[in-house]
């Protein structure tokens, strides 16, 4: 069914480790053997290692080259992918086990086992990568080039032993996966944002804007979306707060989600998207689709770079703009950083109550301010006291999310925007996350406060959906802390 040869020892001979042709972007993620060690990667393992995986002799990717080669000969790529994902590896374990016998290479069972894995992993997936895609204790995976490889665990980056033959095979496991959601990278287009199958986000960039080779970088989702009651278990909010959350996601108030880069802007999103009713229209905008709302009615959107010509692109904000023609009852924009604001802000204040967005920014005076610039660079030519009235119209709360050095990931404010006094937009906190101190083992130590506001902003909107118990509640129950 595959064109197997013969069988006989000239056939598979007859492919030199050297010589091993290179199969096309297309066709083939991997061409050549990684530095996978396949046992310490199990995603039953959530504790970090000191070690991810050990670094392999250079004799083993000798045979694994002479192996892949001879296999890429005796193989046919196109029957190959008229098959499902088992039956694939099982034809490609037995043309290998095959391979191993007539070239009468001697390794243990467990040895084999491990090649087999590999050389499945770089036919069939993306190679080298496969094992850390599959452990869910990994946030971040950072590739530097064939030779260096970066993961972040509990929020600490950790150099792994895993490296890739050169920069043609990684490159080629990057063209197959942005290829997968239709985009493209190469020297012509050498900046591409993609997403796996998964929703986790890919960014990549290749030669010759990378001088090192092409750098891949994938912030992996959980398999298992984070909930706000885990979060209360994390440490990311306390249980009044997350109460207080859960009424902001279910009144429709206006949410802008800021932090830096890596501090959970998005998952927060995903859960405050989780206390939606089921009733409700919601069209999310992304760059690169991550957003995972279980509700039945949504529409997800995504931008488009342009083409190889320069044509067809799709901008967030031509999204947005469309957005308000599809009747959306809620618009959740993935990531705000361009004059998309504006249309954003034009949405909340016209009848779309409780839409949602996240942006970066490292506090939440500094959010307004980044939404004022944005709106200004988008070539509005408004004053600034129109642009600040109508950011307070449009934005109820603002979500502070933040990255301590320690590698957690707290809510350091839930904080509500108020008004406008002169010129001067009026915000107050409700929540906020103080830092005490720090451990032996250098762990951030601090608390989640309320600021005592008995009757926030939102109430009469809480009251109108009914939730007004359940707010004075969750206010009556926090621990009022003064401040240090």
């Known amino acids: 069914m595959f064109g197997k040869r013969s069988g006989t020892d000239t056939d598979v001979r007859a492919v030199k480790p050297a010589s091993a042709p290179e199969p096309s972007p297309g066709a083939m993620a991997a061409s050549a053997p990684p530095a996978v060690s396949s046992p310490p990667l199990s995603p039953a393992r959530a504790a970090p290692a000191p070690v991810i995986a050990e670094r392999r002799s250079e004799n083993y990717y000798q045979v694994k080259a002479t192996i892949f080669g001879a296999l890429i000969e005796a193989i046919d790529l196109a029957q190959l992918a008229k098959l499902d994902g088992e039956s694939a590896r099982e034809e490609i374990r037995d043309i290998v086990n095959e391979i191993i016998a007539i070239k009468n290479i001697v390794m243990s069972i467990a040895e084999q086992e491990e090649l087999l894995d590999d050389i499945c992993n770089d036919v069939l997936g993306y190679g080298p990568l496969e094992p850390l895609l599959a452990r869910d204790d990994i946030a971040d995976i950072m590739v530097n080039g064939a030779g260096t490889v970066f993961i972040e665990v509990a929020g600490k980056i950790q150099k792994t032993g895993i490296r890739f033959r050169d920069n043609q095979q990684l490159l080629n496991i990057c063209q197959r996966i942005v290829s997968q959601v239709g985009r493209r990278v190469d020297e012509s287009s050498p900046i591409c944002d993609a997403r796996l199958a998964d929703g986790s986000r890919v960014n990549a960039i290749v030669p010759p804007l990378a001088i090192d080779g092409p750098a891949l970088t994938i912030r992996k989702f959980k398999k298992d979306k984070l909930t706000l009651e885990q979060l209360v278990k994390f440490g990311a909010i306390s249980p009044d707060g997350a109460q207080i959350l859960q009424i902001i996601g279910r009144c429709r108030a206006n949410v802008l989600i800021s932090g830096g880069t890596g501090s959970g802007k998005t998952t927060l999103l995903n859960c405050l998207t989780n206390y939606i009713d089921d009733d409700e229209r919601i069209i999310t905008c992304e760059d690169a689709a991550e957003l995972q709302l279980q509700q039945p009615h949504v529409v997800r959107l995504e931008t488009r770079p ?179």
Request: include cysteine; aromatic fraction near 4%.
């Open 306 to 484: 342009p083409n190889i010509e320069g044509e067809g692109q799709v901008t967030m904000r031509e999204l947005v703009r469309n957005c308000l023609r599809m009747r959306p009852e809620r618009i959740i924009v993935g990531e705000v950083r361009g004059p998309e604001a504006f249309d954003l802000l034009q949405a909340m204040n016209t009848g779309h109550d409780g839409s949602m967005g996240t942006l970066h920014a490292n506090n939440p005076r500094e959010a307004l301010s980044r939404c004022e610039s944005m709106i200004t660079m988008g070539g509005f030519s408004l004053p600034s006291r129109t642009i600040r009235e109508m950011i307070c119209a449009s934005i109820d709360v603002i979500i502070q999310a933040a990255r301590l050095r320690d590698g957690s990931r707290r809510i350091t404010h839930i904080t509500e925007v108020m008004g406008m006094e002169g010129d001067t937009i009026i915000t107050q906190d409700l929540f906020v996350y103080d830092m005490v101190g720090e451990d032996a083992n250098g762990n951030i130590i601090g608390r989640h406060r309320s600021t005592g506001i008995g009757r926030p902003r939102f109430w009469d909107r809480a009251r109108y959906y009914g939730e007004e118990k359940r707010l004075a509640a969750a206010l009556d129950a926090a621990e009022v802390i003064a401040p240090n």
